[in-house]
T-cell receptor, first 114, second 112 residues
Framework: DAMVIQNPRYQVTQFGKPVTLSCSQT?????MYWYQQKSSQAPKLLFH???????NEADTPDNFQSRRPNTSFCFLDIRSPGLGDAAMYLC?????????????FGPGTRLLVL | KNQVEQSPQSLIILEGKNCTLQ??????????LRWYKQDTGRGPVSLTI?????NTKSNGRYTATLDADTKQSSLHITASQLSDSASYIC???????????FGAGTRLTVKP
């Protein structure tokens, strides 16, 4: 049973055309993360929510925004995608900050920018 | 500068053989270290998690070790299977546990 769901799995957009990626979870976890992963590289944290508290990484471009309207859903908005934003976008959740708490990742959305 | 270094970058082995992947880190203060398996085009899946006081953790054919003194970890895969072909990512968390540093991963290919 899918616990962290990402839609769509593949997204094609045009240069400069806003795009939204979605993530939902059935785990009722407090923490949700968005990562960007480029080919053969480690996932790079963009931001995370602890409940409604938004935490932006210092080097996340302003082009990337996020919304978490409720516990289950979290969205990644890319306002003006550039060619360099083509990547896999991973959503992850975690119940809380406890040391033994595991992160659960979704399958990812692969974004292609034309 | 990435604080988590993994080696080798890629590895090819024959089915049934064992292999060991390495992770060296400089993350401090250390909280925990996790190994993930990431199949191509999929999200990472947790294999093991170890805290400072643990030096070995097993999950089936996967055994992770941790030496917190030398800041090294290894993931040993026994009797490899074709389905073990994936990227293996080492993730080290600092003390506040929200500061997670990802290694670039080791790409393992198991051939028949």
């Amino acid at each position: 049973d899918a616990m962290v769901i990402q839609n769509p799995r593949y997204q094609v957009t045009q240069f400069g055309k806003p795009v939204t990626l979605s993530c939902s979870q059935t785990l009722n976890h407090n923490v949700m993360y968005w990562y960007q992963q480029k080919s053969s590289q480690a996932p790079k944290l963009l931001f995370h929510y602890y409940d409604k508290d938004f935490n932006n990484e210092a080097d996340t471009p302003d082009n990337f925004q996020s919304r978490r309207p409720n516990t289950s859903f979290c969205f990644l908005d890319i306002r003006s995608p550039g060619l360099g934003d083509a990547a896999m976008y991973l959503c992850a959740t975690r119940r809380g900050p406890g040391v033994q708490e595991t992160q659960y990742f979704g399958p990812g959305t692969r974004l292609l920018v034309l | 500068k990435n604080q988590v270094e993994q080696s080798p970058q890629s590895l090819i082995i024959l089915e049934g053989k064992n292999c060991t992947l390495q992770c060296n880190y400089t993350v401090s203060p250390f909280s925990n270290l996790r190994w993930y398996k990431q199949d191509t085009g999929r999200g990472p899946v947790s294999l093991t998690i170890m805290t400072f006081s643990e030096n070995t953790k097993s999950n089936g054919r996967y055994t992770a070790t941790l030496d917190a003194d030398t800041k090294q970890s290894s993931l040993h895969i026994t009797a490899s299977q074709l389905s073990d072909s994936a990227s293996y990512i080492c993730v080290v968390s600092a003390d506040n546990n929200n500061d997670m540093r990802f290694g670039a991963g080791t790409r393992l290919t198991v051939k028949p």
